[in-house]
Antibody, heavy 121, light 107 residues
Framework: QVQLVESGGGVVQPGKSLRISCAASGFTFSRYGMGWVRQAPGKGLEWLAVATSFGTTGYYADSVRGRFTISRDNSKNMVDLQMNGLRLEDTAVYYC??????????????WGQGILVTVSS | DIQVTQSPSTLSASVGDRVTITCRASRSVDKWLAWYQQKPGKAPKLLIQEASSLQRGVPPRFRGSGSGTDFSLTISSLQPDDFATYYCQEYNTYFLVFGGGTRVEMK
């Protein structure tokens, strides 16, 4: 069965960096786009980034472009999100998501359990 | 960028009620719209893609319709398990956008 397991969350100070990771299993990882979605406490869902199946191209929401970088390693079935210049408003649960297709324009049929990132001084 | 507006933000209903949630995009997204259900403390679950295509295992009381800019999610007879928050998402472009969500609560 498909599993997406996030790791690397925690508390970080404003302006600092954090890298979160997602280990995928149960499907042919290299065939699907992968992404990240976050949810601030008590708020709605916000799409952040997606990497196409070959991992050569990442697409980003305006709110994180230039600060966050998505990357994937198809040999390890892993997708990461490098977050730089973190702000208080980046505090959220971050979900790793699997696209239904290989490219960027797809809904997400599997979600991880989510990992909390708290930006606080 | 496309804006996606969901309404209502909160809906009070009873078991057995027919409920409809609407989603409007600021410009056409053709049929590229999905619906998700999220329960408290859980990850969202994909219910419908391509505006009306039900995911495997989703009960047929859920129905999606619409195209272009106006879409709806209808639950024909609300069940106890359906009290949750529902989100639409457009995926017509590089930049995916979620609606603000509709919380379906018990009347």
């Amino acid at each position: 069965q498909v599993q997406l397991v996030e790791s690397g969350g925690g508390v970080v100070q404003p302006g600092k960096s954090l890298r979160i990771s997602c280990a995928a299993s149960g499907f042919t990882f290299s065939r699907y786009g992968m992404g990240w979605v976050r949810q601030a406490p008590g708020k709605g869902l916000e799409w952040l980034a997606v990497a196409t199946s070959f991992g050569t191209t990442g697409y980003y929401a305006d709110s994180v472009r230039g600060r966050f970088t998505i990357s994937r390693d198809n040999s390890k079935n892993m997708v990461d999100l490098q977050m730089n210049g973190l702000r208080l408003e980046d505090t959220a649960v971050y979900y790793c998501v699997k696209g239904v297709g290989h490219n960027y324009g797809n809904p997400f049929d599997y979600w991880g359990q989510g990992i909390l990132v708290t930006v606080s001084s | 960028d496309i804006q996606v507006t969901q309404s209502p933000s909160t809906l009070s209903a009873s078991v057995g009620d027919r409920v409809t949630i609407t989603c409007r995009a600021s410009r056409s997204v053709d049929k590229w719209l999905a619906w998700y259900q999220q329960k408290p403390g859980k990850a969202p679950k994909l219910l419908i893609q391509e505006a009306s295509s039900l995911q495997r295992g989703v009960p047929p009381r859920f129905r999606g319709s619409g195209s272009g800019t106006d879409f709806s999610l209808t639950i024909s007879s609300l069940q106890p398990d359906d009290f949750a928050t529902y989100y639409c998402q457009e995926y017509n472009t590089y930049f995916l956008v979620f609606g603000g969500g509709t919380r379906v609560e018990m009347k």
